[in-house]
């Protein structure tokens, strides 16, 4: 059972449990306030019925005659006649010591008994010497429907003479008793359903409330709101399941993605209904197509996924993915406007082209991927040549992985001189990484994977701790820059790293210089501008890399107080090209960094004709092949000792004119 089934299931038990406990409640109110009044009825007409038999005991002075069967006396007879015209006593019975009845005095007569009648209860209360009481209800007409008898005994000289029987109508008193116990069972019952149902009223509400919110919470959870598709991630699961199912049942899983052409301009030219109407169409004629088996999910934007169950070869694969192709490719009106979607379809068959729903994900992705750089329109299977590509990938993927947890990176400082008086000013810190081989991967390749698996923050961390403890050991003069990717930002706290890396070198912050790029600040700029500027404060420099490459890099310039920006390598390379605005744009860069006290470094300087063109600008700092090509750390102490001697700080090496490097090794 689903837990949404589960959740069900519980609350129908607590409200059926809820409800039995309020009837519950409301008959055992019921039952406790009939017996209360029963009880209270009865004492009281117990109560009348006694007072009524003794006062008659202590008002008749022959009772013993009486009892003895003689005829009242006067005084009597006339006590008798005024007793039975007042009051709710109906009958008086007077019986004799053996308990049976000798005089009956009721509204029709007073008279002796001609047939005397034995009563029990007489006899009881000659025997016991105590008053008994009787309540009843009448079943002849000629007496009330409810009635009380009190029998009390008269005792003479110590000796029981006669039994004094009074009858009390209680039919009057019970209806009023009645009418109140209605009224207060009415009441408290009210009052306990209140207490008791309005609370649980409301709990069942807010529960089921709650259920509902879950409910919807765990369906957008697993689907995609706009289609109503699954997403993803519950896709990958599913189809994990399938896989296995498939490997017992000896049916194959083709996954068919489904790109839909030229979405963005669907968008821009109908706006984000039109593009909205035309996903919502491509779900729709996915499901048509597709079997109950099969599972289609929204993968994201605009890529659908189609993971059709039990194929038996390519073949049918490929029928499917046209069959697809056809039905998605129908015109679809909106509006009084007609939308012209073609889609691109990859396809991927298990298992021969993955085994695992990443895999086969992955698989199907290249393929509507080499769909789309093929033209569009079309159907394409996953293939051997893009299977090369996959494995090339993931072989660097596990490169970085390893490398990360193995920290088998290292850095290359490259150095950074000052141009008027060629003397050196510190180094820019570069990754690298070697494969099985010894071969350098570029970082152009390794770092935005190793940003795509999240793992950058770490190496980032890593390149810090290890750049400062570098320059920790050099002249305090010299400063060490390193390189920020936008991931640092947002995979951990920067300005602690920094912190961090800064304390255990104990080298000092003023050495140090952060390098990002405008990317940084394309998007959530507050939160990192805010960052940068705890880091400034700290003593850390902030340096503009890459300027000049981005679309609105002067923009970026006012955003941030920078200390330094750093002029991309691509315009010592287009120096002396076909485009001469490169050497107006570079002098204008230099000229306003001047203006707005930002150093200018100018990278890439690979000529002696750039140099001399960047010492004509009065560029300030420079780093390039010409200068210096990324070194180890044990070399760079080499060109430390070199520039030192080269200022004549140093005398010159023994030997004369070897290079300073033979000298140190
Ligand atoms: P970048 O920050 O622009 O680094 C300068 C790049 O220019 C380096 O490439 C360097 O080797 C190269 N270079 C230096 N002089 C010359 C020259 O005269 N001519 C030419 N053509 N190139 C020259 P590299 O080492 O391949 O680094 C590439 C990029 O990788 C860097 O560009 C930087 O964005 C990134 N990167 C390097 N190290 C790190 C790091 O530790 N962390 C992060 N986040 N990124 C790094
Ligand atoms: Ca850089
Ligand atoms: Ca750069």
């Known amino acids: 059972m689903t837990p949404a089934a589960n959740g069900e299931v519980r609350l129908r038990r607590w409200a059926a449990a809820l409800v039995a406990v309020l009837g519950l409640l409301l008959v055992g109110t019921w039952a406790t306030v009939r017996l209360t009044t029963n009880h209270l009825l009865e004492r009281e007409a117990a109560a009348g019925a006694r007072n009524w038999a003794e006062f008659l005991a202590a008002s008749i002075g022959d009772l013993e005659q009486i009892a003895a069967g003689e005829q009242p006396v006067a ?58 009481v009787d309540f009843r209800k009448a079943d002849t007409p000629a007496l009330p429907a409810y009635y009380a008898a009190a029998y009390v005994p008269v005792h003479a000289a110590g000796q029981p003479v006669a039994v004094v029987a009074a009858y009390v109508d209680q039919t009057e008193q019970r209806a009023l008793f009645f009418q109140a116990f209605v009224a207060a069972a009415a009441a408290l019952c009210t009052l306990t359903s209140l207490s008791f149902g309005v609370p649980a009223i409301a709990w069942y509400r807010r529960t089921k409330e709650k259920q509902r919110a879950e409910r919807s919470i765990r369906f957008l959870s697993h689907h995609d709101p706009l289609t109503g598709l699954i997403n993803r991630a519950s896709f990958v699961v599913r189809l994990e399941r399938a896989l296995v199912q498939g490997r017992a049942l000896a049916g194959e899983v083709a996954l068919h993605v489904i790109d839909i052409d030229r979405f963005k301009d669907v968008n821009e030219t109908l706006g984000h209904h039109g593009g909205d109407a035309l996903l919502k169409a491509v779900a729709d004629r996915l499901r048509l197509v597709a079997r109950q088996s099969d599972l289609v999910a929204r993968l994201g934007g605009d890529e659908f996924v189609v993971a059709q169950l039990g194929v038996a070869d390519k073949a049918q694969a490929e029928d499917f993915a046209r069959r697809l192709w056809s039905a998605l490719s129908a015109p679809l009106p909106f509006r009084d406007q007609e939308i012209a979607a073609t889609v691109s379809v990859g396809i991927a068959v298990s298992p021969m082209h993955g085994e695992s729903a990443a895999r086969l994900l992955k698989s199907a992705d290249l393929a509507v991927h080499s769909a789309k750089a093929g033209g569009r329109n079309c159907i394409r299977f996953f293939s051997a040549e893009l299977d090369e590509s996959v494995q090339a990938r993931l072989r660097l993927e596990r490169m970085v992985r390893e490398a990360t947890e193995r920290e088998a990176f290292f850095l290359a400082y490259q150095p950074i001189f000052e141009l008027s008086g060629r003397r050196l000013v510190g180094f820019e810190a570069l990754l690298r990484l070697r494969d099985a081989d010894g071969q350098p991967i570029p970082p152009s390749t ?16 890593w390149a810090l701790r290890e750049a400062c403890r570098t320059a920790a050991g050099w002249p305090e003069s010299l400063r060490v820059a390193v390189n920020l990717s936008p991931s640092q930002f947002a995979e951990g706290d920067i300005c602690a790293i920094v912190a961090a890396a800064l304390h255990e070198s104990r080298l000092a912050p003023k050495r140090l210089e952060l390098e990002i790029t405008e990317q940084l600040l394309f998007a959530n700029d507050e939160r990192n501008v805010a960052a940068l500027a705890q880091l400034k404060a700290s003593g850390v420099a902030i340096v503009m890399d890459d300027f000049g490459t981005g679309y609105s890099s002067l923009s970026y310039l006012w955003k941030f107080p920078f200390d330094k920006i750093k002029i991309d390598r691509s315009f010592m390379q287009g120096l002396g090209g076909a485009d001469e605005r490169v050497a107006t744009v570079v002098k204008t860069i230099i000229a306003l960094g001047r203006e707005l006290h930002m150093p200018v470094t100018v990278e890439g300087v690979e000529t002696a004709e750039q140099v001399r063109f960047l010492a004509a600008a009065d560029a300030q700092h420079v780093q390039g092949f010409w200068f210096g090509e990324p070194m180890s750390a044990t070399d760079t102490m080499i060109a430390i000792l070199d520039d030192l001697r080269r200022r004549g700080a140093l005398p010159p090496p023994n030997g004369g004119g070897k290079p300073a490097l033979h000298l140190v090794k």
């Open 75 to 132: 005084a009597s007879m006339a006590f008798f006649e005024n007793a039975r015209k007042s009051g709710q006593v109906f009958r008086y019975v007077i019986f004799n010591r053996d308990g049976y009845s000798q005089l009956v005095s009721d509204r029709e007569r007073i008279a002796l008994v001609d047939l005397s009648e034995f009563n029990p209860l007489a006899a009881h209360a000659l025997l016991s010497g105590r008053p008994q």
């Open 446 to 461: 390794f770092i935005p994977l190793a940003e795509e698996m999240r793992l950058i923050g770490r190496i980032g961390a």
